[in-house]
């Protein structure tokens, strides 16, 4: 049995139905549990998978903001900006950045061969949320 996911990123968007197709798309996450609101429009909880790994998506709602943490539980585009990135280890990293900008994303950081041995690259989603994805490179002989 392994053990439980300990951390759970909690991501907050302006729009989490279309948030939740973008990481399909560009990043190949599957949806686990939609909750929408009364309104019938927003997402009170939502979980996607990648990679067996859960993140938590949910609509922003300005009407309860004080109640759930002020700018703690704003969107990026709220807070002109995130300082959080999450980091995927994937198979080919071109290949991840190609797929997302495809899907919308932009790409602040090209795929390129770090010194610390990845070949890594940076995005940011529709939503403000930033991603970065590496796969290692081969040992130098």
Known sequence: MTAP????PHLVVSDAGAAIE????????????RM??????????????????RIFVVDYFPEYRA???GEAYMPPNELKGTAVTMHLEVTDC???VARAKAAGAIVPMEPWDAFWGARY????????????FAHPLPAAS
């Open 67 to 69: 109640q759930h943490g």
């Open 121 to 132: 690259a940076r995005i940011v989603d529709p939503f403000g949320h930033s991603w970065s």
């Open 36 to 53: 929408p609101a009364e309104d019938g429009k927003r997402l009170l909880h939502a979980e996607i998978q990648i990679d067996g790994a």
């Open 5 to 8: 996911q300990t951390v759970i």
């Open 22 to 33: 973008f990481y399909k798309q560009a990043l190949g996450a599957s949806e686990a549990v």
């Open 94 to 96: 071109d290949a991840a």
